[in-house]
């Protein structure tokens, strides 16, 4: 398996240098510059590439596993893939980063909705339905023009606006058709006449170590999608709120999506495998090397 230590019924010895594990579909320039991090602090870094992962869910411990590190940080873009991971670290006691829980409920839109909204963070208002009559009669909740959301999905795809019912109809009309079991499942948004920006704040441990705006004349202003990123100041709003969603869905490493409204900051979505690119570009702080940092306290702590 592709940067894996070999098996081995070895134990792990703590006078060892600590050996960090990141999980990857592919090496973006995150992973990128996170292996340069790790590397420079000296550490034993590994990309475990999620294609040449075989879990043997009859391994009672790491080292017969062959996911034998002293932490995994998850880097991975198929988050059912490392959901899977994590949650067997988590089995045989490894410290991953984030847990398997909180990479759980980022992974679908309406969980991570209902962990804000339970938390009492401000997030604009989103019904579930399961039929296209419902979902229509949950737009009409919601008012026009209403957002609609794959539950699960990032890059800013599949998003729809619709201006009213006929609209709603022909596109939930279609998902349901077209798509998969996950696609039937109606998440409905308010839609928020935002400036034409959100703000991205990366959140690493107890603080948000970075923010910047994200510019598009698209109302999706994902990176992916070529929004424009400029520094975006950390006010304590954007630090408190930030953290407040990070904690109410247990991730210890998120970008988290906030948008300006009418009545101040709300949160969109709490991403745990938060893609930096862009903020790279905005700011000097060296974000791969606080979360190479954050791994470790994680890994001495056994966090998880
Ligand atoms: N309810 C909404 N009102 C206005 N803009 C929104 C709303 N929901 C999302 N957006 C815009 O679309 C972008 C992507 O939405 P998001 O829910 O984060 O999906 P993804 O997981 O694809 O990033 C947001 O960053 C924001 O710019
Ligand atoms: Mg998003």
């Given at each position: 398996m592709t940067g894996m230590k070999p098996n081995g019924p070895t134990p792990r010895q703590s006078s060892r240098p600590v050996c960090l594990g990141v999980l990857v579909s592919y090496l973006r320039p995150e992973e990128k510059a996170i292996l340069a991090a790790a590397r420079d602090r000296g550490i034993d870094v590994a990309p475990v590439f999620d294609r040449d992962v075989v879990l043997?869910?009859?391994?009672?411990d790491a080292p017969t596993s062959n996911l034998d590190f002293d932490v995994l940080l998850d880097r991975c873009v198929a988050h059912s893939r490392s959901g899977y991971v994590l949650r067997a670290l988590q089995r045989w006691g490894i410290p991953t980063l984030n847990s398997a829980d909180a990479v759980r409920l980022c992974d679908d839109k309406a969980e991570n909705s209902l962990a804000l909204e339970s938390a009492g963070i401000p997030t604009p208002r989103t019904l579930v339905a399961f039929d296209v009559e419902s979902a229509i009669r949950a737009c009409e909740a919601v008012g026009y023009p209403a957002v609609l959301k794959p539950v699960t999905g990032s890059w800013g795809r599949l998003l729809a606006r619709v201006n009213g019912p006929e609209q709603a109809r022909s596109i939930l009309e279609q998902k349901k058709e077209l798509g998969s079991f996950h696609h039937a499942i109606f998440y409905v948004q308010e839609y928020i006449a935002k400036p034409d920006r959100d703000i991205r704040a990366y959140v690493i441990g107890d603080r948000v170590l970075a923010a910047s705006y994200r510019t598009a004349k698209?109302?999706?202003?994902n990176a992916a999608r070529g929004a424009e990123s400029a520094p975006c100041p950390v006010t304590p709003d954007i630090e408190a709120l930030a953290l407040r969603a990070c904690a109410a869905v247990g991730a210890r490493l998120a970008g988290v999506d906030l948008i300006e409204t009418q009545d101040g900051l709300a949160v969109i979505e709490v991403n745990?495998?938060?893609?930096f690119k862009g903020l790279m570009s905005t700011t000097d702080v060296d974000i791969a090397g606080a979360i190479v940092d954050e791994a470790l306290d994680t890994a001495r702590l056994g966090v998880t």
């Open positions: 043997d869910l009859a391994a009672s698209h109302w999706v202003t745990t495998g938060g893609e």
